[in-house]
């Protein structure tokens, strides 16, 4: 039989007792196992969906966090907007001039391309506008662009993929401007499919609805991004919906302003729509709330995000820096405080198996000079207690821990529903790795009283005869 | 013939309570020879315990030399006597003190898991099997009679193979029916083994079975004295 055994069957005999210290050290560590595993989850579930691709987002001048939240996790509230022209400042000199002779703009702005258009290259600005909701969801006014050049997933490859349906168009004939694709968790929780329309109700969820509705072409995959969460309309037609135009001043009034709001027939339903059923907003009456870019080289983003941020209307916001910080600053330090309380549970535990044993010592006072009759040497002794300790620190370790991951295991469905964060059984975060030699040298610390009392226990007088 | 136990001017005494302190033993000498059985008589606060526990190393003389198959332990380290006990001493107690956590098996196994550290389940069994406790070797020390405690507890003495087997009053917490096989199992069994056996006792039928019998009186000076 050698030591550990011994400590084994001491650990057994004394079942209740060690059960109950080793249950409690259990629930401290899987109590720092949730903590860490519930960190590692938010801290993954914001950095990777701080960038779907895009490396800026550039927004009225405020606050960069609350322009990340918004712009990027569709949380917080609506912010300002910019004027569409500083949308254009990103775009080529063709583009603009395509734009302005399409929407109706000051003829100047076809003069140049755009301040920003070199750093753009073959990357993307994608506008969006944001401020309407379907039920709890964020409306998400945008362009087929988004579907075209945005990617997700851990290498940032995967294409937006639709469970049904397709990405909306700027224009079809069945439904003129008004095409709208709904994340996995929009149409699951509103209950809606292909066919199906919806009225975006403006500025929070509750509020007034439009009365103009968009219909569902395509339903997403889930992406584990923000992105599940939204209802995305084609800007074109969120544009015409109720007061979505920027009121104009009279200078800036388009020429064209004959052409009626909407053409009466538009509600005829198996009517072919067409392109000039409706007046188009002219760009002085287009207002963004934000825009995701990518520079052509991830290199000219800091550049970029300078030059943005010294004029006085946008700012550019790196969202992944500003999630960080966000972490840095609130959730990092609340982990902490969590991992202080749930390891002082460890500690309390460990106190537990200190008192469960020395509580002992009276019963094993004749053990152990048995034992030292038997030949065995006071080390030796010293050492069985020492193993009982560990014993129950090696189990209450791997029970928590399991218990933990089981318990991360059996709401992985709803964390990945909620977070897009994929986690199993043997997800594991890096510091998890501390936690068994952190433990055990609690466990040896708590031995040191009980081991001292079983080292000096004297032999004689306690062989009872 | 070879001395198995030389006990040559050993005194021990104890600190009391009240300060000062109080002889219990003072023995010029004290021979066992190989394979020999002895009977040591003595009344109860003789000091028979403390002289068991002086050769078994668990306790230092205060003088004189204890030599076990010629090793003085009274010059061992407390780490050598250790070894010594683990090796040389076998120990069979009036209260048996089998540890309570562990099978018959696991008792007996005890006995030489401190030594040489070859836990020999074979041999564990057989020594089982000779005190007829067989059938109960997976059985704990609560499930089985004070006769059959007694038995686990010589075959665990026997385990290390010991030179002297030492027994402290062995029968005296059994019925006397019992208390005649276990002496016929422990005199047996170090014949068999070929171990000198020093058994101490308050009781002259039992000793009266022993070919040798000493008086602990006459051989310890501080008891003759008063
Ligand atoms: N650790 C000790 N401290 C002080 N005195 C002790 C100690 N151990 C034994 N004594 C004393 O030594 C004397 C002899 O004790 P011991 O246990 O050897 O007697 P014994 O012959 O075995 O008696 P019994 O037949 O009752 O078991 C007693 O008077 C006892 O009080
Ligand atoms: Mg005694």
């Given at each position: 039989m050698n030591l550990i055994q011994i400590a084994w069957r001491n650990f057994c005999h004394r079942a209740l007792s060690s059960i109950l210290t080793t249950l409690s050290?259990?629930?401290?560590?899987?109590?720092?196992?949730?903590?860490?595993?519930?960190?590692?989850?938010i801290s993954e579930a914001f950095t990777r969906n701080a960038s779907v691709g895009y490396n800026l987002v550039v927004g009225p001048k405020g606050s960069p966090l609350q322009l990340t939240l918004n712009s990027v996790f569709y949380l917080s509230q609506p912010i300002e907007n910019l004027p569409y022209t500083e949308y254009l400042e990103f775009l080529s000199k063709e583009k603009r001039t395509e734009l302005v002779d399409r929407f109706r703009g000051d003829e100047s702005l076809k003069e140049r391309g755009g301040r920003y258009a070199p750093f753009i290259g073959d990357g993307y600005a994608i506008p969006l506008a944001l401020g309407d909701y379907f039920g709890e969801f964020r409306v998400v006014g945008t362009t087929p662009l988004f579907f075209e050049k945005l990617r997700h997933g851990p290498t940032l490859e995967q294409e937006f993929t639709f469970s049904i349906g397709?990405?909306?168009?700027?224009?079809?004939?069945?439904?003129?401007?008004f095409e709208a694709v709904v994340g996995s968790r929009v149409a699951k929780e509103m209950n809606v499919g292909i066919g199906d329309e919806f009225f975006p109700?403006?500025?929070?969820?509750?509020?007034?609805?439009?009365?103009?509705?968009?219909?569902?072409?395509g339903v997403m995959d889930p992406t584990g991004t923000p992105n599940d969460r939204a209802a995305f309309v084609n800007l074109e037609g969120f544009y015409l919906m109720d007061g979505h135009a920027k009121p104009l001043e009279e200078s800036d009034t388009p020429e064209e302003s004959e052409q009626s709001e909407a053409v009466e027939s538009a509600d005829v339903s198996d009517r072919v729509a067409k392109p000039d059923d409706y007046r188009l907003l002219s760009i002085a009456e287009r207002e963004v709330t934000s825009?995701?870019?990518?520079?052509?080289?991830?290199?000219?983003?800091?550049?970029?995000?300078?030059?943005?941020?010294?004029?006085?209307?946008?700012?550019?916001?790196?969202?992944?820096?500003?999630?960080?910080?966000l972490m840095g600053l609130i959730v990092g330090p609340l982990k902490n405080a969590m991992l202080i309380i749930t390891l002082i549970t460890c500690i309390v535990a460990a106190v537990g198996i200190l008192v469960a044993i020395y509580n002992s010592m009276n019963d094993r006072r004749r053990d152990i000079a048995v034992m030292r009759a038997l030949g065995a040497r006071r080390t030796t002794v010293t050492n069985i207690i020492i193993f009982e300790s560990l014993l129950v620190a090696v189990i209450g370790a791997v029970v928590g821990w399991v218990l933990?991951?089981?318990?991360?295991?059996?709401?992985?469905?709803?964390?990945?529903?909620?977070?897009?964060?994929?986690?199993?059984?043997l997800t594991t975060t890096g510091n998890e790795i501390w936690i068994l030699p952190l433990v055990v040298l609690l466990a040896l610390i708590a031995a040191l009283l009980p081991a001292w009392s079983a080292y000096r226990t004297d032999v004689g007088s306690n062989l009872s005869d | 013939m070879t001395k198995t136990l030389e006990i040559t001017d050993v005194t021990k005494s104890f600190p009391q309570p009240a300060g000062g302190s109080i002889q219990v033993l003072d023995i010029p000498k004290l021979v066992v020879n190989e394979g020999e059985q002895v009977a040591l008589i003595g009344q109860s606060g003789g000091g028979k315990t403390t002289l068991l526990h002086l050769i078994a190393g668990l306790l230092s003389a205060d003088g004189g030399s204890i030599s076990v198959d010629g090793i003085n332990l009274t010059k061992l380290s407390e780490q050598g006597r250790d070894r010594f006990r683990a090796h040389s001493i076998g120990y069979v107690f009036q209260t048996f003190n089998l540890l309570p956590a562990f099978t018959a098996l696991e008792n007996v196994r005890l006995g030489m898991t401190f030594g040489a550290g070859k836990a020999d389940n074979q041999?564990?069994?057989?020594?089982?099997?000779?005190?007829?406790?067989?059938?109960?070797?997976?059985?704990?020390?609560?499930q089985l009679s004070v006769g059959q405690q007694q038995r686990v507890a010589i075959a665990r003495a026997m385990a290390a193979k010991p030179r002297l087997l030492l027994a402290d009053e062995p029968t005296a917490n059994i019925d006397p029916k019992s208390a005649e096989s276990v002496l016929d199992l422990i005199g047996e069994s170090c014949r068999n083994e070929n171990i000198a056996l020093l058994m101490v006792t308050h009781d002259m039928q039992i000793a009266s079975r022993f070919g040798r019998t000493d008086r602990l009186d006459e051989i310890n000076l501080v008891v003759s004295k008063t």
């Open positions: 050290l259990s629930l401290g560590v899987g109590l720092v196992v949730l903590v860490l595993s519930v960190y590692g989850v397709r990405a909306f168009k700027e224009f079809s004939e069945e439904h003129s401007y109700t403006h500025g929070d969820p509750t509020g007034h609805g439009h009365d103009l509705g968009f219909t569902i072409v825009l995701l870019v990518r520079t052509e080289n991830i290199i000219f983003a800091p550049s970029m995000q300078n030059a943005i941020n010294e004029g006085f209307r946008a700012q550019a916001a790196a969202p992944v820096g500003e999630i960080n910080k933990a991951h089981a318990a991360i295991a059996a709401y992985s469905g709803t964390i990945e529903d909620q977070t897009g964060v994929q986690v199993g059984f | 041999r564990a069994r057989e020594l089982l099997n000779r005190v007829g406790l067989s059938e109960r070797e997976n059985y704990r020390p609560g």
